[in-house]
């Protein structure tokens, strides 16, 4: 996958430690809740007009901060198959849990 590839790049071009990168996850992870706070209408936070599409970028900068995490940790050399294992694992028990709780 070519945005793979990209990530990588651009991960080792970017200086960021991975205590770095870890801090720019948690602070996307925040834009991501003030999104979905403004966009629910949540008390106190609805005046920021955020919408369904605010929130859907702001969760797409979580994902590219995160596979930068994955990059570095990988020495900026992402084995997707292995991801992919890792992500279907994940998956099968989001999704085993969801049906037990039916």
Known sequence: ?????????????DKKTLVERALKLSEEVGEV???VLSYNKSC???????????VIEECVDTIIVALSIISQCSENDIDEEYIN???HK?????????????
């Open 1 to 13: 996958m070519k945005e793979i590839k990209l990530i990588n790049e651009l991960t080792k071009l």
């Open 33 to 35: 809740s003030e999104s």
């Open 44 to 54: 106190g936070c609805s005046y920021k007009g955020k919408t369904k599409e605010d």
């Open 90 to 102: 994940k998956l099968s028990k989001w999704e085993n849990t969801s049906l037990k709780s039916k």
């Open 85 to 87: 294992t890792i992500f």
